[in-house]
C-alpha cells in the first residue's frame, strides 16, 4: 500500500496515550466534577443544583442585584433580579453536563 509514493509501515506508528484513548477520557469524564452528576438519581441531582443555586445566589447574584434595587425600597425586584441572574447561570452549568 502506498500513498503518495511512500509505502506504509505498522511498526511505525506511534500508539496513542492511554489518558488520550476514547476510553480512558470518557471514563474521567464521569468521574469529572459535574459530569458524574448525570448518574445520580433525581433526589440527589435536584438537591446538588439546589445546592449551586443557593451558593450562586448568596455570592453572584445578591450583590449583583443590590447595585442595581435597593432591598429595602424594591424587595420584588431585588428578589427577581438576583434570582433570575442566578437560574440563567445554573441554567448554563446545567446545559454544559447535558452536553457533556
Not at 425586584?77 to 448554563?92: M, Q
Request: no cysteine.
Amino acid at each position: 500500500m502506498s500513498f503518495s509514493g511512500q509505502s506504509w509501515y505498522p511498526s511505525s506508528e506511534i500508539e496513542v496515550p492511554s489518558d488520550q484513548r476514547p476510553v480512558n477520557e470518557y471514563s474521567s469524564l464521569k468521574k469529572g466534577m459535574l459530569y458524574s452528576w448525570g448518574e445520580l438519581g433525581p433526589r440527589e441531582f435536584f438537591i446538588r443544583l439546589g445546592g449551586l443555586w443557593l451558593v450562586t445566589f448568596t455570592v453572584l447574584g445578591v450583590p449583583i442585584a443590590a447595585v442595581s434595587f435597593n432591598p429595602s425600597r424594591e424587595p420584588l425586584r431585588f428578589a427577581l433580579a438576583a434570582g433570575t441572574g442566578t437560574l440563567f447561570l445554573v441554567s448554563l452549568i446545567v446545559l454544559r453536563i447535558y452536553l457533556g
